[in-house]
């Protein structure tokens, strides 16, 4: 094997963000380790406040001003990113090596640029391009992602809400980044284009061993675009493994339960699985179990401690991780549990 | 009468509304064609029923659905109330419809006033409507919506409240008057997956215990199966087809639905789903004329389609205006018909 399949293209250890504020210290991420490999789609799950935009916001270097890296480090092909100054970051890492699609475009386009200047001025720094070279193939993306190309030198508040959150990944792919981060890129789409993009994305890991970061609380969309996946809550790791593990050999509560209260549309009269409470505010000292106070299986131990990684082993070449301690009683629990309920729904029907 | 009319009925529904123009063109009495938002929509909600509309963003479905509340003045069409025509209504006719339609917003984070208590917002249309016993409305109404107990949220505001605690407080405050039909939103696009699936059920509880009727719109397909025994798909103003859920997802006839369903994530990774073939996004419904009005997305496109398709009964309650869902020759003469009759 050669040196580069060894070493991951992105490598997360250990990572703990705090944020300060007045109330005292929150702690939005903590502990979370994970590798993103060349051409690999890794997937970050979770709902709102789980600390997945954090993390990325980490990775780009771009944290709130009250935010800071507590502990642990990030590397890119072997770089201390996580110590780089701002410099350093725009000349060497963005846009050309690493390359973010924000969730929120009306903030991410600089109003006074029209679109095609903000990506001529890009290429100028972090490519070779020529700006007709540059022009050109930000037309092919506009293209791409069906805006006309003739549209490229308007200003964004010429577009809709739509078009600009299509304009900015417009701007993220066209120089060809080797890490896309991928942040809820599509929640402000409509279903056709958001398949049109995905399906885009999964081509260009085929095509030029491109990776990717997909952050969404959607699993549907992990679970179709990406090979690997974290689940998140509340600023820990509750599961971590490939995308088949994760779906078909779910240990900790939190990921049995998301992903069945995710709608299926082969399936319209499925019973959605509905979790209680919503996730704790990391205030103070946060050596526990996040999920607690949501958990149906939760006992005394959840509180006293947060739980470290276990790797479960489901079958000879398969394992994945969890952080919990209950993770074998609780997938026993819950299947025998869904059987019962399945068989009481066969005895009630009359037919059969 | 009134017992066996329908709670809503649209016959040829229509909003346009006027382009704004510049001075230079008022000068010259330039006109511009309107914006044909809603154009010709028909169709019945009937006592316990509950309808879902989807389609993309600007296919018109949240302005019809503002049109059903009164917030605009349609512009064409006919809409009726418990078989009285609403173009007829005077004041006391409007108070008495919006006490019995009510609506539930997209967006539970702006559409409750942060300055009022959960108490005086329940309050508000009670008093509006000087309906008696407001104390013992108001406690039921929120253990409905299972804000329990009620003491504990009355006098939150809504700074203080979760997403989802926030979206049962504007179900409970569409439910406190007490009415026939909401009129839904998307009220759960907004909120995280573990939420959406109880305020999903808690919809579906309320159409099945309360003698409510909802007509309910949304961009995602597949939430709406949850609520919704009919679904109906809106493509630029119109109706392009209308089956019981089940059978929508899991036999569209009109190309853009078999678009709209197929393009749907599934929660599964051994899943192999076949991608919609249809790419770009929708015109502007401005002077779209003639001709069906998907014609130049749809990858089924043939020369009659710049002609426009009939809304046909394809299958029992299975309704489709498509070229490919019927027999020409023998629906010519009952097209004619339908014009005479209009």
Known sequence: MSESTTEPLLDVRDLTIEYETERGTITAVSDVSFTVDKAEYFGLAGESGSGKSTIIKSIMGGLDSNGQVASGEIYYKGQPIHEMSEKELNDKIRWNEISWIPQSSMNSLDPLKRVSKQATDIAARNSDYSEAEALEKFKEMFELVGIQESRIHDYPHQFSGGMQQRAIIALALFLEPELIIADEPTTALDVLMQDQIFQYLISL?????????????????????????????????????????????????????????????????????????????????????????????????????????????????QSHEIHCFHGDTVYKEYQAEKQDTESVEIEDSPNI | ???????????????????????????????????????????????????????????????????????????????FYKGRDTGGFVDSDWKEFRRNVQMIFQDPFNSL??????????????????????????????????????EKYLDRFPGQLSGGERQRVSIARALVLDPDVILADEPVSMLDVSTQAAILKKLKNLIETKDISMLYISHDVSTVSYVADIIKVMYLGRIVESAPTETLLSEPKHPYSQALVSSIPVPDPTHEREHPKVKGSPRDPIGIGEGCRFRDRCPEEMDICSKTPQYVEAEEDHEVACHLCYDHESQTDSQSETEVEL
Request: glycine share 6%; aromatic share 6%.
């Open chain 1, 205 to 317: 890991r085929e095509e030029s061993d491109t990776s990717a970061i997909v952050v969404t609380h959607d699993i549907s969309i992990i679970f179709e675009s990406c090979d690997s996946m974290a689940l998140m809550h509340a600023g820990q790791m509750a599961e971590i493994g490939t995308v088949e593990e994760v779906h078909q050999n779910p240990r900790h509560p939190y990921a049995l339960l998301f992903q069945n209260a995710f709608p299926d549309i082969r399936y319209p009269n499925q019973e959605l699985e509905i979790i209680e409470g919503h996730p704790p505010e990391m205030l103070g000292d946060t050596n526990f179990c996040s999920f607690v106070d949501r958990c149906p299986w939760a006992t005394e131990e959840c509180r006293k401690e947060a739980p470290s990684k276990t790797t479960i082993k489901t079958d000879e070449q």
């Open chain 2, 1 to 79: 009468m009134s017992s066996k009319s329908p709670l809503l009925e649209l016959r040829g529904l229509e909003k346009h509304f006027e382009q704004r123009r510049s001075f230079k063109e008022i000068a010259l009495r330039k006109n511009k064609p309107p914006v044909q938002a809603v154009d010709g929509v028909s169709f019945e909600l009937n006592e316990n029923e509950s309808k879902a509309i989807i389609g993309e963003s600007g296919c018109g479905k949240s302005t019809l659905l503002k049109t059903l509340m009164g917030l605009h003045d349609y512009t064409g069409g006919r809409l």
């Open chain 2, 113 to 150: 006033d942060p300055k009022k208590t959960v108490r005086s917002t329940l309050k508000q249309p009670l008093n509006v409507h000087k309906m008696d016993n407001k104390t013992d409305r108001i406690h039921d109404v929120l253990q409905e919506v299972e804000l329990n107990p009620p």
